[in-house]
């Protein structure tokens, strides 16, 4: 508890320094040691490749009541899905509701393959989603210029620059006005969902955007939304809107 | 299903010596730990790793507990003739995943 008060008052302190600085933008790899970015770029040092494996194998099997397998009806993803992360949220026209890559996939499992869909966070669908993310690494996040994503990535701004929690501070309270300084041990990054799902070294295994962000919220001693929340896509269109240019570097290493 | 990624040279001069990369995915369960309803979760850690080279061993590594998930290993050898290299990774539960590589050596 002394060590989280401490913490707690650092970081106010720290917040108290200073307003918002306009940066340059740039993915939380660049604030990496080199140790963890050479593992990031190496394919054979990459833990997150092992998932890409798994992923590539699920592409290919056949599943659910209509026994189809997704390269079925997509075929090769280096073909098919290539570039789609890079637009993700989009608009899904059943519901006219903003939807993420890991959603749609499930949504195919669904309606496609009739399956039951992977739960949240499941290393099926983390393992699914980094693959079909993974075509599109390299590729510039590029959202879709649709209006209708507007209110949601507006009020994913409003999100992540309301005060939440006990501590009594914004997303945009570290990722903004202090990126590149330290919390603790950890340099405080941007915050772009450049790399997801990625691996974190803390987690010791994949986890997915929304795993994050939900991190982050128990950080500020705030109650996270829940696993598919409308708030958590919302905040990542906005995320997504605020990284364009980024490129995917799905799978990501983090510390 | 294993789920390894191996590097090695596909083809290496005779008495070169190989750099060989092995990693695979396990949770590396320590043993420590307690799930939800405070039950102790039982180690299951990978204690064994072995690589032969034609059937012969050529690298062998026992590991211990605070290993981090998905080890990755790294180390060399002499490439002497073409063949093939086994890998094969031990866990507790017994369950032993194995993976192979080939090299031509010239």
Redesign the interface.
């Known amino acids: 508890m002394a060590l989280k008060h401490g913490l707690a008052a650092a970081v106010l302190a720290l917040l108290g320094a200073g307003g918002l600085v306009a940066q340059e933008k740039r993915s939380g790899l660049d604030y990496m040691t080199p140790e963890t970015r050479a593992m990031q770029e190496d394919?054979?040092?990459n833990?997150g490749?092992?998932?890409i494996?798994?992923g590539e194998?699920l592409w290919q099997a056949p599943a659910g009541a209509a026994n189809i397998a997704c390269s079925g009806c997509h075929g090769t993803a280096a073909q098919s899905m290539r570039g789609t992360a890079t637009r993700y949220p989009a608009i899904e026209e059943s519901t006219r509701r903003p939807i993420d890559l890991a959603g749609r996939i499930n949504l195919c499992r669904q309606t496609q393959q009739k399956a039951q869909a992977f739960p949240a966070e499941s290393p099926e669908l983390l393992a699914l989603t980094a693959y079909v993310a993974h075509q599109s690494r390299g590729m510039p996040i590029a959202p879709p210029a649709d209006d209708r994503l507007t209110p949601y990535r507006k009020s994913g701004r409003d999100l992540f620059e309301r005060r939440l929690g006990q501590l009594g501070l914004s997303c945009a309270a570290c990722h903004e006005g202090h990126a590149g300084q330290r919390l603790g041990g950890s340099i405080i990054p941007q915050a772009h969902p450049t790399a997801y799902p990625l691996y974190r070294?803390e987690w010791?295994?994949l986890g997915s955007l929304q795993r994050r962000l939900r991190n982050c919220m128990t950080g500020m001693r705030a109650e996270p939304f829940a696993h598919g929340a409308p708030e958590l896509i919302a905040l990542e269109a906005y995320l997504m809107s605020r990284a364009t240019g980024l490129p995917i570097e799905t799978p990501g290493v983090r510390p | 299903m294993t789920r390894a990624l191996i590097n090695t040279p596909k083809q290496a001069q005779q008495g070169e010596v190989i750099e060989i990369r092995a990693m695979i995915a396990h949770v590396m369960e320590t043993g420590h730990r307690r799930d939800a309803q405070g039950a102790a979760v039982p180690r299951n850690i990978i204690h064994r790793f072995q690589c032969l080279y034609d059937d012969v061993e050529i690298f062998a590594a026992d590991f211990y507990p605070a290993m981090a998930a998905n080890p990755f290993i790294a180390f060399s050898t002499v490439a002497t003739t073409s063949g093939v290299l086994t890998f094969a990774w031990t866990d507790d539960q017994g369950t032993i995943q194995r993976a192979t590589a080939e090299i031509t050596v010239v």
């Open positions: 394919d054979m040092s833990p490749m092992l998932f494996a798994e194998g070294l010791q295994t």
